[in-house]
């Protein structure tokens, strides 16, 4: 077997958390479905997309700290809402960044997809 077979044979779900950025930070009731669910369905296979800061990875990794965190200085009273950034690293996410494609491989990729289509729908996409 192998591949999709395995996962649909083992039970396991495949969760795509697509734009989860833009739902956990601010959302609690977000926040406490989703742990709810992590710590019921452990086995599950959890994939989170997003857009975070751009601060480097490894900046993040030595400092602990991501782009939305307050300096060591900061003496507010008020306590500072968790960012998507600070969840997912709770819930221990691995994090993978992925720079911005160039034009050249922005064709590449349209020209994959339309392999095979008419010419006429070709030269749309393009």
Not at 94 to 102: A, C, D, H, Q
Request: with cysteine; charged share 35%; proline share 6%.
């Amino acid at each position: 077997m192998g591949g999709g077979r395995d996962l649909l044979v083992s039970r396991q779900l495949l969760l795509a958390l697509d734009g989860i950025d833009e739902k956990l930070a601010g959302d609690q009731d977000v926040v406490n479905y989703l742990e709810r669910f992590f710590r019921s369905e452990p086995s599950h296979l959890v994939l989170a997309t997003g857009r975070m800061p751009r601060q480097p990875a490894e900046e993040i990794q030595e400092s602990g700290k991501g782009a939305g965190d307050e300096s060591e200085g900061d003496t507010s009273e008020e306590e500072k809402d968790p960012t998507a950034e600070d969840i997912l690293r709770r819930w221990d996410f691995g994090e993978l960044r992925v720079k911005p494609l160039e034009p050249a491989h922005l064709r590449a990729i349209c020209a994959s997809w339309t392999q095979g289509l008419p010419d006429s729908v070709c030269k749309e996409a393009e």
